[in-house]
Nanobody, 121 residues
């Protein structure tokens, strides 16, 4: 099994910054795509950013130029640097990791527990 542990959420004023982290552990053979999603009350979960080995990073239009996704393949960790935060960025942020496990080499997709980000105006 693969476990994800998120950290870094919190309360920040508009214009401020936060950095989210998500560390994966367990039976991991390889990780293909790492991403961040968010879900605000009453809304569906949406993709914020994703990073896949050998491909350009992908961002939602609403966060382009403000958020940066990065990964540390040694630590199996994905980060989301969020700058110039706006009240509309308020949501629960979830990390998502897709790869192959080390026991059966089957494809897995795991979600983090979610971390609250609140941006006050």
């Amino acid at each position: 099994q693969v476990q994800l542990v998120e950290s870094g959420g919190g309360l920040v004023q508009a214009g401020g910054s936060l950095r989210l982290s998500c560390a994966a552990s367990g039976s991991i053979f390889s990780i293909n795509t790492m991403g961040w999603y968010r879900q605000a009350p009453g809304n569906e979960r949406e993709l914020v950013a994703s990073i896949t080995s050998g491909r350009p990073t992908n961002y939602a239009d609403s966060v382009k130029g403000r958020f940066t996704i990065s990964r540390d393949n040694v630590k199996n960790t994905v980060y989301l640097q969020m700058n110039s935060l706006k009240p509309e960025d308020t949501a629960v942020y979830y990390c998502n990791i897709q790869g192959h496990d080390s026991t059966s080499y089957s494809l897995f997709r795991s979600w983090g527990q979610g971390t609250q980000v609140t941006v006050s105006s």
